[in-house]
């Protein structure tokens, strides 16, 4: 799989208001729901409904401070979005967070295996959130 | 217009919901993400479930016509609906959902009975569409109940 190299540079910087989420889940539902549950712990959010949007986002956003992921997306899943971002030169120490509806034990670990920083069960609440910002965004 | 009776006959169908089964405490999620910036936000979020279940329904249903055996397709489609299901807290088509998955995995452990598996699939998939339209139609009347009576704040969460 050929890495994926954005052109801008990520980082960690500015005060909780301006820390940058952006969001990855193909379905409806699911955006509008994470999209709130992140805004409520008070983080700017940006949700596309797929991979390939993501890194199209990453390609021209500069400040991404962390995406949170679905892992079950048509064309590419969240897995797949993860290893593209961590061979990227340019997008590797963005913390990526992989949701998913289904507990499966060797989906998570090869998740985490591959460098995300957690992987929550979906639905995701607000405390799986703001224990997550906190740990990650700190 | 009696604001208080209309207060609580939105509280009974709302308590109805839970107690029968057709919502879970993921609601209650939902509900607390509700506040002055997002005060439509519930009815929002079940407006969008609505308008993707019915569209992800409308694959399933076209699939099954076509007596499609490509059940793990139609396993891809049942997890998308379920997922909105689990989001919005509506347990009672989460678990139809559920049962027709495994009738598309009991396809996998014994292909020669495709047929029946699929007669299957399709009384499981009549199951959901009417959980489907009944859910529908409380919460429709839950919401506009809510809106007549106006904009105050939700009923309190019945005790656990």
């Known amino acids: 799989m050929a890495s994926y190299t954005g052109s801008k540079s990520t980082g960690r910087e500015g005060s909780s208001q301006e820390l940058h989420v952006l969001a990855v889940d193909d379905s409806l539902v699911d955006r509008k729901v994470i999209t709130s549950l992140l805004r409520k712990s008070k983080y700017r959010v940006t949700a596309v409904d797929s991979g390939k949007r993501a890194l199209e986002l990453l390609d021209t956003e500069p400040n991404v401070n962390m995406i949170i992921t679905d892992y079950s997306m048509p064309e590419m899943t969240g897995y797949e979005l993860l290893k593209k971002v961590k061979e990227s030169s340019e997008l590797c120490q963005i913390p990526v967070v992989i949701m998913s509806s289904e507990n499966v034990p060797t989906r998570i670990n090869r ?10 069960l979906k639905p995701v609440q607000l405390s799986d959130v703001s224990r997550l910002c906190n740990r990650v965004l700190r | 217009m009696d604001y208080v009776h209309l207060r609580r006959q939105a509280a009974s169908l709302r308590k109805g919901l839970f107690d029968q089964g057709y919502l879970d405490e993921q609601f209650y999620q939902l509900e607390d993400l509700q506040d002055d910036a997002s005060p439509n936000f519930v009815e929002e979020v079940v407006t969008l ?14 699939a099954l016509d076509k007596c499609v055996k490509d059940f793990n397709k139609l396993d891809v489609y049942m997890q998308q609906l379920k997922g909105s299901c689990t989001s919005i807290g509506a347990s009672r088509m989460k678990t139809e959902c559920t049962a027709f998955r495994e ?43 809510l ?12 005790n656990k």
Request: one cysteine or more.
């Open chain 2, 103 to 145: 009738c598309c995995r009991d396809e996998n452990i014994e292909g020669s009975h495709s047929l029946s598996i699929l007669n299957l699939c399709m009384r499981s998939f009549q199951k959901i569409k009417r959980e489907h339209s009944v859910l529908r139609q409380k919460l429709e009347s839950y919401f506009q109940l």
């Open chain 1, 111 to 120: 998740c985490l295996e591959e460098g995300a920083e957690d992987f929550l």
């Open chain 2, 147 to 158: 809106r007549q009576a106006g904009p105050v704040e939700c009923a309190t969460r019945p």
């Open chain 2, 49 to 62: 479930f609505f308008r993707d279940s019915t569209r992800l329904m409308a694959n399933i249903d076209q």
